[in-house]
Each structure stands twice: as C-alpha cells, then as structure tokens.
C-alpha cells in the first residue's frame, strides 16, 4: 500500500475515533453528578457503565490485535465486560446500578486514557485491513451504546433531561390524507449489504430470496391509528395476540404503548419533549414486536418480512437496482430523516420528509422509530463471524428491527442495518408499519 494511502487512512480513522469520542461525552455533558451511577430499571444501565464500556471495547479489540496489550485493570474489566465470555465471567447487568466502584471520576478517567492508548495504536502500528475493520467496528459499537445511552436517559430523567444541542424549530410535515399502502412486485432479490462501505457481519452475505407480490404501508403506523386500536380494547381481548404475548399484557399491565399515561381522560406522552398530549401525526413509539403483531392482526394485516421490507425501501424496480438508503447512495442529511444528529429528542410527524421517499413510495423507511418485522434474528446463508460473542450469539428468542431511529447516529445506520430485540422489549424507540399479501 502506498503511503499517502496509508496515512489518509490513518488520518480519516482517527478523525472518526475523534469524532465518536467527543459526541458520547456531548450526551453526557450536562448530567448532574448523581444521574451517573443511577440504574432505573434491569433492561438499562447507569450512564457510567455506558461511558466505561465504550472504553472497555476498544482494550478488547487492542489485545485481539495485539497479544502483549494490557488491560487496564481487572476491576474495571470485570465490570465493564457486558457479556464477553472469552475475556472472563461479565457483570450481572441488572445489578450494574449497585456498583459504587469504580466511582464516576475513575471512568472519565479511564475514558481518557483508553483514548489515548487507541490514538497511540492508530499512529503508531501498521494497521492490516482486519485492524482497520475491527477498530472501525468499535466506533460503530460505540455509536450503538449512544443509542442505548439515549434510550436510558429518557427512562432515567425524560424532559429533566438537558441536551447540550437541540433542533430550534421542529420540523413537520403537511398533513396527510391518505395513509395507505403501496404494491411491490416480487421475484427474486438480492439481500444484504451491497456497498463498499462498513457494514456488520450480519448484513452479509449478500444472497438471494423469492419474494411474492405484497403490499407495505407508505408511513408508520401512527399514534392516531395506535389510539384506535387501544380504545377499541385492543389490550382487553386475547384474540388479537400471541400466547407470550398475552401472559406479557396481563402479567405486567400493559394498557398502552409505553411512556402512555391517562391524564384528565386523555392520553399523555411522557418523554424528552415532556408530559404532553398524544400527537396523533407522530408514528407510534415504544411499542414491543407483540403489540406491534397484535395491531396487526386486529387491523387485518401483517408484519413485512425483513426481504420485504428491504426491498421496498432499497429495490428501484425501473432502474433494476438496489441502493444503501432509500432515497440513493448518498448518506442522511437532516433534510433527509430524523436521526440523533437531527437533535428533535423525538419523532418527526409522518410526511416530513417527502423528498426521501423510495422508489416503491415507501416513506420515513430510515430515522423516527425502529421497525419491527415478522422475521427471526439469525445469520444468512454462508454467515461467518467478525467478532466472536458480538451478534452471533444473539441468534434465539429475537426480532429483526429496521431503519434506525431519532437517536441512531447516521455514521451507523443504512437500510441493510438489522437491529434485534427480544419480543417484549418497550424502552427502545421502536414502532412499525403493517404489510399484506398483495
């Protein structure tokens, strides 16, 4: 490899590294000291934990690089291992709220001087492609704890909670009329990620699936539609869900989406924009795959497989060719789609982003809300892991998610992304669109 080529890479990976570190540490900028250490329930974890694991990945990948690295501390390791069995037993996470020590100070700490020692590791090794691609996918790791991180705040303090940057107008679409669906021919389609960029080792390969004619709707399903479903006593009746998913309903009182409360006999939302009524153009959020299934079925539709919802966010049938997002090749803008860069703290309403529809007329496919899908999370034909205990693990008991959220950093995201949760999961900034057989 020539040398210019080399330190340009050199040069763009501790640009992105950088840049990642600082945008985590803008997250947390204006916690008060005490939210640190604070564990709001089993599913999420105190900020400092986030701040210290981001760091840990980084000492992980360094010794799989590198056999003579060592690790910081062994007290730190064994705290901050999420479920890395090979690098010794991980921390209980539900109780990773009662942990005093290492205190808060000690992380920024630790922070810093992981930096320093992934900044050193970039200037001065002669980075192979696997090193370039296992760092690379710490930045991108890191980018999937801020997600997390975001998630947690808003379970932990929601409108208490002071972003350091925040859109000054919230932008909204037109009001729309019709929120039906479109019909997307089948055939044979080539699923995965086609790019040249980085992408996780479950987008790949890229391989071929049949898909029938079916129909998928233009937007999310929204909150006005959602409210139709709840009111029509949606959570009272077995008949619209499945077997876990009613012993879910009833064993932990769902009576709506989560963050739902009824205030004055109307519907309320309490989240980063703060207590306030239902808007009824927002598509519906924090919603688990059985409440999304459940919707489904009382609305006399489906859940779009993974395939079918791919192909109609990605598939330009005219031109016989698939691209990364919806609207071509080129990567989000805030003009483009609501993701943590756009700095709303919540969902745009549907419509507000017209001139990023996909070729099948599919809108608001990336960005707002994760959507569920019908399709299990596991490895495609001819998988093969990029990091041992990283996904593939993950392989039982899950459902694949698509097309990012308003707190997905862009660097992350694509309409190839899967993202996957276990079937009750709420606290997520997920939502949905329903399909049918044409």
């Excluded at 002071?162 to 089948?186: C, F, H, L, N």
């Excluded at 006999?265 to 207590?275: E, M, P, Q, S, T």
């Excluded at 707190?407 to 694509?414: E, F, N, V």
């Amino acid at each position: 490899m020539a040398a210019d080529s080399v330190l340009e890479q050199r040069r763009s990976l501790m640009e992105s590294f950088r840049g990642t570190r600082s945008k985590t540490l803008e997250l947390v900028k204006t916690l008060e000291g005490d939210d640190f250490v604070v564990q709001t329930a089993f599913f999420t974890s105190p900020p400092k934990w986030h701040i210290g694991h981001v760091s840990w990945i980084y000492e992980a990948i360094m010794s799989k690089l590198d056999e003579s690295y060592e690790f910081y501390s062994k007290e730190f390791s064994e705290y901050l291992n999420s479920y890395y069995q090979q690098f010794g037993v991980p921390h209980d996470k539900g109780f990773r709220g009662t942990i005093s020590r290492p205190t808060t100070d000690q992380i920024f700490q630790y922070f810093s001087t992981v930096s320093l020692r992934v900044e050193g590791f970039i200037g001065s090794q002669d980075l192979s492609k696997d090193a370039i691609r296992l760092i690379t996918m710490g930045l991108h790791h890191e980018c999937q704890h801020q997600e997390l991180l975001v998630y947690d705040l808003q379970h932990l303090l929601a409108e208490q909670y002071r972003p350091v940057r925040k859109s000054p107008t919230k932008k909204y679409g037109e009001t729309v009329q019709k929120r039906g669906s479109v019909s997307v021919r089948g055939g044979l389609y080539i699923m995965g990620y086609g790019g040249e960029g980085y992408c996780y080792d479950i987008e790949l390969p890229e391989h071929t699936v049949y898909l029938n004619d079916f129909k998928i709707d233009v937007y999310p399903v929204s909150n006005g539609q959602y409210l139709k479903f709840v009111e029509d006593g949606g959570y009272e009746t077995y008949k619209y869900w499945l077997s876990d998913g009613w012993e879910k309903v009833k064993s932990n009182g769902w009576k709506a989406p989560m963050y739902w409360e009824k205030i004055g006999g109307r519907w309320h939302v309490k989240d980063f924009l703060g207590i306030r009524e239902i808007n009824p153009n927002e598509p519906v959020c924090h919603v688990s795959y059985y409440e999304a299934d459940a919707y489904c079925k009382w609305a006399g539709k489906r859940l779009p497989k993974e395939a079918e919802w791919e192909r109609a966010a990605c598939w330009n049938e005219e031109r016989q060719e698939k691209t990364v997002f919806p609207w071509g090749n080129d990567g989000p803008t805030s003009e483009r789609c609501n993701l943590l860069e756009s700095y709303h703290w919540g969902c745009t309403e549907i419509g507000t982003y017209p001139d990023s529809a996909s070729p099948s007329g599919c809108q608001q496919m990336i960005g707002d809300v994760w959507e569920w899908t019908a399709s299990e999370f596991t490895g495609y034909p001819g998988f093969r892991s990029g990091f041992d205990e990283y996904n593939d693990k993950w392989f039982a008991n899950q459902k694949v998610l698509r097309g990012g959220s308003f707190g997905t950093p862009k660097m992350s995201i694509r309409a190839s992304y899967r993202n996957f949760f276990r079937l009750d999961e709420r606290w997520l900034f997920a939502g949905f669109r329903c399909a049918e057989d044409n």
